[in-house]
């Protein structure tokens, strides 16, 4: 089983920083592209980034300029930088992991981490 855990979130004043951090965690899998997606109350859950294994990066519109995705391999983790945070960015966030486990590519979920951006 591929486990992740999120990290840093929190409440922040507008034009306030966060870092969130996901680690990725089990034996004998391997880490594909991982992301973040977040879901604000009355929405569906949206993609906000994307890096591929590779370093290759994808954003939401709304948030490039902005935020900045990274990844360790090494250590399975993914991180997630945000500046400038405006209050239209208050969701839970959840880490995702594509993963090669036991013979099969599958997506894999955080529980997800609160970020709320006051006014």
């Known amino acids: 089983q591929v486990r992740l855990e999120e990290s840093g979130g929190g409440l922040v004043q507008a034009g306030g920083s966060l870092r969130l951090s996901c680690a990725a965690s089990?034996?004998?899998?391997?880490?594909?592209?991982m992301g973040w997606y977040r879901q604000a109350p009355g929405k569906q859950r949206e993609l906000v980034a994307i890096i591929s294994p590779h370093g290759i990066t994808n954003y939401a519109d709304s948030v490039k300029g902005r935020f900045t995705i990274s990844r360790d391999n090494a250590e399975n983790t993914v991180h997630l930088q945000m500046n400038s945070l405006k209050p239209e960015d208050t969701a839970v966030y959840y880490c995702?992991?594509?993963?090669?486990?036991?013979?099969?590519?599958?997506?894999?979920w955080g529980q997800g981490t609160q970020v709320t951006v006051s006014s």
């Open positions: 089990g034996s004998s899998f391997t880490i594909d592209a």
């Open positions: 995702n992991a594509r993963a090669y486990y036991i013979g099969t590519y599958s997506s894999y």
